[in-house]
């Protein structure tokens, strides 16, 4: 066959939010599907939600029961769907229950059956729940519990003639019906070294300089450093600078509730309600447990293309962590980086903060060894001079670029971080109790 006579296979979607995107483009015409998986995984209410999205007047949809709940009470709970429309049932959506052949007649009599009614109504879709036989796609769910959370997935397991996204991805069931979050695969163009000309203000001066001018556009910036040290006031200090350039940007917090996180930042002199009035912020607020990142992931991306934002805060990654179902715990590395690399790589600068517990060794900043997949690391710690309670500041890392070497003082003031004198003068400064410098002595 030559290449002008090959086969264009037609994809339909499937109505079910991402499931499209995994199956890699949609459900191929005229093909053989299974959706398998323990009971209550989502089986049926996704069968359903991909026959009201695709059914039509002249192209019915034919749903067979066969030994599974009765039509009736399975309709009275899959009304409750959003994607359900009760007014199409026996007109483009046909319900028929097969437990009668399957107890009184043998499989030649369920066939019979089913064709019979395929030949009568020339459906577009039939959904048989449940059959077993070999399909051109398998779409395989599962229930995972661990400690008090349950996590639901789905792995697509074959699918003939496209390629799938590979691994496991969270559903999730709601009012509106079955929701997919796409597992994001690495992208081929992370790493890649952008144009470090650019330069974007951290809203502090000083800090700036400390950076070599900046924060090299496109850059993954880390600010670490102990409770109530200043790490989300340079976040809105970031996101501040940007709206003064005319950019837009998108936080996100996992810790407190977004009124609060707006007031304090009003009283230190970012009017973060003002940016937001003028669409030019956007503050995505996950505090719900058991989060999946594929999941934050969607939600920040959707949000960025929806006001073009160049600059995203995470604030913080400590609270994200902790928002994650137990399940993806365990992999937090894993998904900061595919949640860094997929921002990045839209040529978005990325600030998260970093809450760590105060140390002896200072530079000891991640307490999850992400610290590689960061391109720029500021870190703030506790110290005690002269009998007073300070913060002092350091940049820690610049990949690809100079940087100051100064450990500096930093204040948080009601107009900011605001940072001020090197501490030249004194020795120590990493462990907390710095001490002055002795005098040379000139010899005798």
């Known amino acids: 066959m030559s290449e002008h006579q090959r086969v264009v296979i037609k ?29 209550g995984t989502g089986k049926t209410t996704m069968a359903e939600q991909i026959m009201f999205a695709n059914a039509t007047p002249e192209r019915p949809a034919l749903h067979f029961t066969v030994l599974g709940e009765p039509p009736l009470k399975m309709l ?6 959003d994607f359900f429309d009760l007014s199409r049932v026996g007109k483009d959506i046909h319900f028929m229950d097969l437990s009668e052949e399957v107890l009184q007649r043998d499989l030649n009599g369920v066939l019979e059956r089913i064709t019979s009614e395929v030949e009568k ?41 496209q390629a799938p996204v590979p691994g496991m991805h969270t559903m999730q069931i709601t009012s509106a019906g079955v929701q997919v979050y796409p597992r994001q695969p690495e992208r081929a163009d992370f790493g890649k070294r952008r144009n470090l000309s650019k330069r974007l203000s951290t809203g502090v001066a000083e800090l700036d300089r400390m950076m070599g001018g900046g924060i090299p556009a496109g850059d993954s910036v880390l600010i670490s450093g ?11 200090q970031f996101i501040a600078a940007g709206v003064e350039q005319d950019e837009c940007a998108v936080i996100a917090i996992f810790e407190e509730h977004p009124e609060t996180y707006i007031a304090r930042a009003q009283s230190l002199g970012s009017d973060i309600r003002d940016m937001i009035d003028r669409g030019k912020l956007d503050i995505m607020y996950l505090r719900p447990l058991d989060l999946s990142v594929d999941q934050t992931l969607r939600e920040l991306e959707q949000r960025v293309k929806t006001i073009n934002a160049s600059r995203v805060v995470i604030d913080s990654l400590t609270g994200f962590e902790i928002a994650l179902a137990p399940n993806f715990r ?25 809450e760590t517990s105060e140390g002896i060794d200072y530079l000891r900043f991640s307490p999850y060894n992400i610290s590689f997949l960061a391109d720029d690391i500021v870190a703030i710690r506790y110290i005690e001079l002269e009998g007073s309670l300070r913060t002092v500041l350091g940049v820690i890392k610049m990949r690809g670029s100079e940087h100051s070497k100064e450990l500096r003082i930093s204040e948080v003031t009601s107009h ?29």
């Open 416 to 444: 900011g971080v605001e940072i001020r004198e090197a501490l030249t003068g004194y020795r120590g400064i990493i462990t907390g109790v710095p001490e002055p410098r002795s005098e040379l002595s000139t010899p005798s």
């Open 76 to 81: 009275r709970y899959q009304q409750q769907f």
């Open 226 to 236: 102990p409770t109530g040290a200043g790490k989300t006031v340079i976040g809105t």
């Open 330 to 354: 365990e992999d937090f590395r894993e998904s900061f980086y595919r949640l860094i690399q997929s921002l990045t790589s839209l040529n978005i600068t990325v600030l998260s903060t970093l």
């Open 11 to 39: 994809k339909l979607p499937s109505g079910v939010p991402g499931l499209d995107e995994v199956l890699g483009g949609g459900i191929p015409e005229y093909s053989f599907n299974m959706i398998a998986g323990a009971p």
């Open 121 to 161: 109504s020339n459906p577009g879709m039939v959904v048989v729940d449940s059959f077993r036989t070999v399909a051109d796609s398998v779409l395989w769910l599962s229930n995972e519990s661990e400690r008090n959370s349950t996590v639901r997935k789905l792995r697509v397991t074959k699918v003939r003639g």
